[in-house]
């Protein structure tokens, strides 16, 4: 896994920490993290390439979706993955305004 990826990860971990009104579980080579709290929902995503978290980052939204269409990603339930992530929306912005986030495109 490159720096970049490497970095893009920790930030990525980071916004997830902060993840209410559900409970996301991220596999990434076969080890589980969760994130959130329990609630309603609960959703389970599958890393499948490493660089998924630099395109995620520097990309917000599109760059997520794009990379489940490039395969990066999986989830069971793709809905919840989605309806989670809907329901922080704004406490994710809030936190990619951040001006030392600014440089994730680097």
Do not use: C, H
Request: hydrophobic residues 40%; positive net charge.
């Amino acid at each position: 896994m490159s720096a970049i990826d490497t970095a893009a990860r920790v930030a990525a971990r980071r916004l997830l920490s902060r993840l209410r009104g559900g409970q996301l579980i991220v596999v990434e080579k076969g080890r589980e993290e969760r994130y959130g709290t329990s609630g309603d929902i609960t959703a389970r995503l599958e890393v499948r390439e490493p660089g998924m978290w630099r395109r995620a980052i520097s990309g917000g939204g599109v760059g997520f979706g794009e990379a489940y269409i490039d395969g990066m990603w999986d989830s069971p339930d793709m809905v919840a993955v989605l309806r989670i992530l809907a329901r922080n929306i704004d406490r994710l912005n809030r936190l990619m305004r951040n001006p030392l986030t600014r440089l994730r495109g680097l």
